[in-house]
């Protein structure tokens, strides 16, 4: 890769040699996360369902997974994340790549898989720094599920937690009230 001509052209190659794999670029690193399981993406179809059914659609809103968000964060950052919230006229805010600027974001969701790292310190600073309203992190390894809101600066002023069992409250602030199992999040299945 050092015969690249930039770090956005790596990711690049990065993401056409390695299919269905996700390639981000954070803090000017190339982040690469293999292709999800099936409990994680059994977890973002109930997802979908469940904005359907709380109306995002009537509330201006579209459910999207693997959206492009592009990233104040260097010149070439974005990220990809599992599941998005964004207002429904998203596509006047194309910035490149396939990306879209972060002010149409309303919530992200990352469901954590093999790098759990990424989306649990640097993923928070760099969505909070985006000024993306509410972040969730699905936290498969702590069995646990945390709800970030109010960003301010690079962190969050509020971080729920919620373990199994219990049910998870997202913020009003995204457009619609949700009300989600904190074990359907983290098991996917029934």
């Known amino acids: 890769m050092m015969h690249e001509t930039s770090l956005a052209d790596a990711a690049d190659r990065l993401w056409d040699e390695l299919p269905g794999h996700r390639v981000e670029i ?18 973002l179809s109930w997802l ?35 599941l998005s919230l964004v207002d429904a006229d998203f596509k006047d805010a194309l910035v490149e790549k396939n990306c879209y600027a972060p002010h149409v ?26 000024g993306i309203p509410v972040y969730v992190v699905v ?32 913020p009003p602030s995204v457009g619609i009230a949700l009300e989600l199992s904190a074990d359907r999040l983290l098991d996917g299945d029934d």
């Open 26 to 43: 954070l803090n000017g690193s190339i982040v690469v996360t293999p292709p999800p399981d099936g409990p994680h993406q059994e977890t």
């Open 48 to 82: 979908i369902v469940k904005c359907h059914e709380a109306g995002a659609q009537q509330a201006g809103l579209k459910y999207l997974q693997g959206i492009g968000l592009w990233l104040p964060t260097g010149p070439d950052d974005y990220a990809v994340p599992d």
């Open 105 to 130: 974001f309303r919530l992200v969701l990352e469901v954590t898989s093999t790098n759990w790292s990424n989306d649990m310190v640097i993923k928070v600073e760099t969505y909070a720094r985006a």
């Open 139 to 170: 936290d498969r390894k702590h069995g646990s599920v945390l709800v970030h809101a109010d960003p301010e600066g690079d962190e969050y002023r509020t971080c729920s937690k919620y373990k199994r069992g219990m049910s998870v409250t997202v």
